[in-house]
């Protein structure tokens, strides 16, 4: 029901800052949950960030809090994930994910049912 497409990867050093989006089709995005989640090289997807249907209420993993803020615009139908500070330990495919409320378990990949194809975040140092 809805299709979502994230964009804004890339290559950055250590220190520095990247904003990635995520554009969900239709007219119901703003009745869906949305979150990030990332999966480094050899590693499991894990829970970056998430976002209520508002922006109002946002929870991060303990790994990218202070450093990365979610948010979303209903109005343009796109999420997005501000990096700053990045770190080598960043490095992976970011996937942005959307569920229809309530959420059970906002950190667990299972609870949301449609997803995007990824983007690339490569931090060098």
């Known amino acids: 029901q809805v299709q979502l497409v994230e964009s804004g990867g890339g290559l950055v050093q250590a220190g520095g800052s990247l904003r990635l989006s995520c554009a969900a089709s239709?007219?119901?995005?703003?009745?869906?949950?949305m979150g990030w989640f990332r999966q480094a090289p050899g590693k499991e997807r894990e829970f970056v960030a998430a976002v209520g249907l508002m922006g109002s209420n946002t929870y991060y993993a303990d790994s990218v809090k202070g450093r990365f803020t979610i948010s979303r615009d209903n109005a343009k139908n796109t999420v997005y994930l501000q990096m700053n500070s990045l770190k080598s330990e960043d490095t992976a495919v970011y996937s942005c994910?959307?569920?229809?409320?309530?959420?059970?378990?906002?950190?667990?990949?299972?609870?949301?049912?449609?997803w995007g194809q990824g983007t690339q975040v490569t931090v060098s140092s």
């Open positions: 239709g007219r119901t995005f703003s009745t869906y949950l």
């Open positions: 994910a959307a569920r229809i409320p309530p959420w059970r378990n906002k950190v667990d990949p299972l609870d949301y049912a449609y």
